[in-house]
């Protein structure tokens, strides 16, 4: 580790709003020191795509080094999640939240899908243009945002630029998001799939809740021609949990580019908690342990120091780091008068609904979204209900139901039923060309939506510590409550409906199963996660979108930071990421996570 | 070529149970050699007597056919012999307990890349991933004119236009009815995820 | 899976004679019989020594057997690799044999292929074959116009390193003594001329062209009369890898094919660097041969290195140390590269690099044959000091450029099925399907600046735009 050395900035965290922010510090000629808790980046990516190849279960974490010291929650760790403290997070329902991050530097970066849209307009005045109107009105100011669409723009466009989105501007205007005509992406557009084409030629002209039902190629951080020393897509369909060929942006980028730049990292270093000053109220210190082997004993520790602080860990583990920060003997912790820190954690909860089309339309090929119906983003029906986007997936029930290896191997058993469902006729038992026929017949009519609901905030969706539960190094486990309110079922309940109608317009067969459950929610005998709205079961999925934690907002009694992402309570202390989102809107978080790391940099390099 | 005496037996009983060629399977110049790396795995977790019973009767149908249908050549089946070694691999094989176990087992093999603790799989998919390179070559993705995720070959662009055909598309719908989904209570068995969702956006 | 062109045989068992069951089924000549033949190049029969400065359009495989082996097939093309690297090192004056000089050195056909940085010039203007631009920061004292001008300071894993100024990917390699290798790009006539009238040497010319296919050799073999300068062997792209030599220090050059050059770096912002320019004596401690064939539309892939790379070799001086690795560092971490920032002006962290995948037993009797030969010539030669890692080829070539609808194999089945240059693919060595390193694996990723397959060249990519610059926001 290196010497003494004097720093301007700290970070903790290496993940997209570490690294971006490293950099741009750094290219203003700052020094910069970044701890991140996850081991050395590899030289090359063949170790994850090793594990991942051997992995049974693909899920987004199954590359990325299981790690007693340097713990995050996994996928699988759903199917026990009512057995408290089987998992990383400790989840103390009634529902479980159900994303999951990394961390490893490049952050969750690493397994993103590559999405990058922006919020709408709307989005960030949710209150004001549309709680404050429901009968009865619903939630308070505090979840409107402190800045406008207006003033975040540049940085979006700024944002667009050093990550590399493949879009063309013609495609992206709509909902009230509007380009300066000389604005370009830097990419042209990933082509759309065949799956897009012929559900977008299914669609036709249709309404959804007095909306129009339209698609959109999505803009992606994906390389559409050579850029930024990277390959072209090649349409490994991987891009959730890893891209081969780093043709999909993850934040090592940034992270080399930092390092060329003269920024320190410190790997396998766990921060903390942060000292304080009480005097000053300024932040004098992160305190960290570090770590050899991923599962072996604590081998050092210390409190790194600079002149200005910037928590990065992702919306979870900065929470905890922060309530973990005692402020004095106040009982109180670091940044949190408004005792808002952890609180109103958000996700986007997904609705996943599946079928077979009645035209082969040749799934498993592509990125995995290459579109998506974005024109329900928004509308006056948001006074009672939440918004969604429908992510169209290329990846057909790969998701869904774990295909093909589900619906294969029961085509193979003699006596299974491959497709669920109380009249199909298909069965299991087949070898040969039959088996081949069959598989083909099924795999590649399977499409999906993926729908993202607007999770509305709610104080008692939090992040706290567990008194119970200790990590490898002795560090208290998250402790999660999380529950969907009415507006967010209603508007997964929708989203469903909605899924329904194009399926139906379309004349595709629908398959979306769920399992049983008892009222009011929780678990069918597997332990999933179903929750009952009107009479209806709805099984609840997570995006992998961590938000909410550390809000944004002009006023210090109810907000952790301000505008700028300055802590209102240390005038040294910035928090970056999704954790300062008021509200979540429908946009997956981030390339506005990258643009408010963006906007936070002049705010610090003003502060140096 | 394999110098492992029941290697040819594999390679043909594999061609029947999966409908793919020998020569996909086991190509004559082959950089790979899946088909060796899978007969060893055979060799090495099947139960023995039961998968060398396997391969003997595979051959005693070969036999059966020649002596039913003269002339026959394995490597080049006219359709009417085809059809009798199929016949007679699913009544012989497939049928007998244990060897039909050992027939699905392969088929999971080349298909899937996959050898599952139990057969059939458990509910929660408990296996092992054979290795990288069987992974990589799985049948289940190129019955479905796709490839294995993480693993193409091909070039930006591709996904926007149709796949060339194979031998069995077009087709027709799967022979299925299912008028709505299933009523709460109705599903006794869960849809079995074997081998688990990604999840994520 | 692979294209229907080879059939497996099942050999006799029990006793079915009468009906000559299972008989292995006759193939025609060959070693393939469907899409793309290869052709039974009818060249001379060699009399005592195969060295020949005609560079081989193409392997031959006069010699193999109905149903040959696949190790039979590869020895082919290895003695293809080796044919190449001596017709390709031969010397400028061709009534010379290769390292017959006293020093047993000598400048190299392909040391006069243009280089790539030629072809794709600032402005996207047209390049011509003879042109040599010398940076001025090279030439206060107006020095040597025509020495070679290596400007190339990493090989990235993913991609080329071009005339991009940002320094990313996985290193660069690093000599004993904490110099930065030098990388080259050079090619051939052939593929030249390809990309000249078909203008794509800018984005602009790249913009609507689809179906990039560098051109083969017009007949299998050239006339053993053409003008060197006038290629008819097929497009060839070679990628060296350079030290830089100091006997004073120790190093051998007589081990070594030496060229005196500038060793250039360029500016740059990330990281940030300051142009350079010395002149140097380098030494050739890899070379990349890629040479797109009849029977090879993914391109055939040779590789050679100098054989004190990672260990010393045969018969070795006493006292010699490899180039890329300190025997007497136990604890130096093994293919790592150097700490970031990577500034090639600035010394750093010798690599400690060791070959992940061993050389072949068949590929090192190969080996020892063609460095006797060479010794044969002269017991100086340098060129002896020389060896072939392997040959990458595919087995089942697939027609290319990508006919629609698309083959879905394009790779054609390489084999070996990965393939590394210890001094070139450093850092991504290894066994992992579509990350670790395997010529046309990663090579079939290669793009246009418009985003479409450039036919297994990495090449185009670097195409600057000929329209003037914009104001950036």
Sequence with gaps: ?608 | MSTDPNFNNFVGLSSILTGYPQDQLAPQIDPIGLASEYLTWMEQNADQAAFLKTLGTFQNILQQVASQLPPFDPNNPTPQQAALMNQLVAAQILSDPAMGHIARRMIRLWYLSTWYTTEPPDPNGDGQVVSMNAYTMGLAWDAAQAHPMGYSELHFGYWAVAPPGNDVSPNAFPDVTVSAAPAPGQADKPTPRVGLQRGGI | MRSARSLLSLTAFGVVAVLGLMACKSEPSGPANANATRPLAATPTPSSSPLSSTIPGDANFSDLPNNPTIQQIQHDFDVFSWQSFVALNWPLDQSQTIGSAPDGDNPTVWGTYVESYQVFLPQGQTPSWSSRTVPPICQPDGGAANLPVLRMTMKVSDQVLNFSQQAFGTGPLIDQRGEYARYSINLNQDAFNYILTNKLYNKEGQANFANVSFPIAASPSPSPTASPSVSTVGSIVLKSAWRILDATRGDVLSRYHKIDAYVYTPPSNNPPTQPSCERKTLGLVGLHIAHKTASAPQWVWSTFEQVDNVQVGQNAPAGLKPSFFNPDCKTCPINKPPPKPWNPNVKTTPSQVTRVIPIDDATKQLNSQWQGFLSGVNQNSVWQFYELVSTQWPTAPAPSPTPSPYDPHPTGAPAPQFLANTTIETYIQGKVPNTSSSCIMCHNNAATTAGKFSDFSYLLQSAQSSKPKEQKK
């Design chain 1, 1 to 608: 580790m290196p010497e003494q050395k004097t720093y301007d900035v700290l970070i903790v965290g290496a993940g997209i709003s570490g690294a971006l922010m490293a950099y741009t510090l750094a290219k203003a000629g700052k020094s910069v020191l970044v701890l991140d808790g996850g081991p050395e980046i590899p030289d090359d990516r063949s170790p994850y795509m090793e594990q991942f190849y051997l992995s049974m279960a693909k899920t987004p974490e199954a590359p990325y080094p299981v790690m007693a010291d340097d713990p995050s929650p996994l996928t699988l760790d759903i199917n026990s999640w009512t057995t408290e403290g089987s998992g990383y997070l400790i989840q103390k329902g009634p529902l479980p939240f159900s994303s999951t991050y990394e961390r490893v530097a490049g952050g969750t970066t690493w397994h993103w899908l590559g999405t990058s849209l922006r919020l709408l307009p709307s989005d960030f005045a949710l209150y004001t243009n549309y709680l404050s109107k429901a009968t009865p009105p619903m939630g308070d100011k505090a979840m409107d945002w402190p800045i406008t669409y207006n003033e975040l723009e540049p940085f979006y466009c700024e944002a667009e630029q050093e990550i590399g989105i493949a879009a063309d501007t013609a495609n992206e205007n709509y909902l009230g998001i509007a380009f300066s005509p000389d604005y370009q992406y830097p990419m042209p557009q990933i082509p759309q799939s065949y799956v897009d084409q012929h559900i977008t030629s299914g669609i036709g002209q249709m309404e959804f809740d007095s909306e129009p039902v339209t698609v959109y190629p999505t803009p992606q951080a994906r390389n559409s021609i050579p850029y930024d020393d990277r390959r072209v897509c090649a349409g490994n369909t991987n891009c959730i949990p890893i891209c081969p060929i780093q043709a999909k942006y993850d934040a090592t980028v940034h992270v080399a580019k930092a390092q060329n730049l003269g920024v320190d990292v410190w790997y396998q270093t766990i921060a903390t908690s942060v000292s304080v000053d009480t005097g000053t109220g300024l932040v004098n210190g992160v305190n960290y342990l570090q770590y050899q082997d991923p599962s072996g004993a604590q081998t050092g520790s210390g409190t790194a120091t600079a002149k200005i602080y910037i928590l990065a860990a992702h919306a979870i583990e900065t929470a905890k780091i922060l309530l973990n920060s005692p402020l004095g003997d106040t009982g109180k912790t670091v940044a949190n008068n408004s005792d808002q820190v952890g609180r109103n954690l958000m996700d986007h909860p997904v609705q996943l609904n599946y079928a077979l089309a009645q035209d082969q339309v040749y799934p498993y090929r592509g990125p995995l979204a290459t579109s998506g119906v974005e024109s329900l983003r928004d509308g006056p029906f948001r006074t009672q209900r939440a918004a969604f986007r429908m992510e169209m997936g290329n990846e057909g029930w790969n998701w869904a139901t774990g295909d093909p290896y589900t619906t294969v191997n029961a085509l193979i058993t003699p006596g299974a039923n491959p497709i669920s469902g109380p009249n199909n006729t298909v069965n299991g038992g087949l070898f040969g060309l039959q088996l081949k026929t069959q598989i083909n017949a099924i795999l590649t009519r399977q499409f999906r939506f993926g729908c993202l609901v607007e999770q509305m905030p709610q104080q008692t969706n939090r992040v706290t510590l567990s008194n119970q539960f200790k990590d490898h190094l002795g560090l208290p486990r998250p402790e999660i409550t999380y529950d969907l309110d009415d507006y967010t079922k209603a508007g997964l309940a929708a989203a469903s409906q909605a899924a329904r109608q194009i399926f139906q317009k379309m004349k595709a067969v629908e398959f979306t199963y769920v399992p049983p459950a008892p009222p009011p929610y929780t678990t069918s005998p597997n332990n999933l996660s179903v929750f009952t709205y009107q009479d209806k079961q709805y099984l609840l999925q997570g995006a992998g979108h961590v938000m909410g934690t550390f809000r944004m907002g002009n006023d210090p009694g109810t907000s952790v930071v301000d505008p700028t992402l300055r802590s209102h309570d240390h005038q040294n202390l910035y928090l970056l990421g999704s954790g300062v989102f008021p509200s979540v809107g429908t946009a997956n978080p981030t390339l506005t996570i990258a643009a408010l790391t963006l906007l936070a940099a002049e705010a610090v390099l003003k502060n140096l």
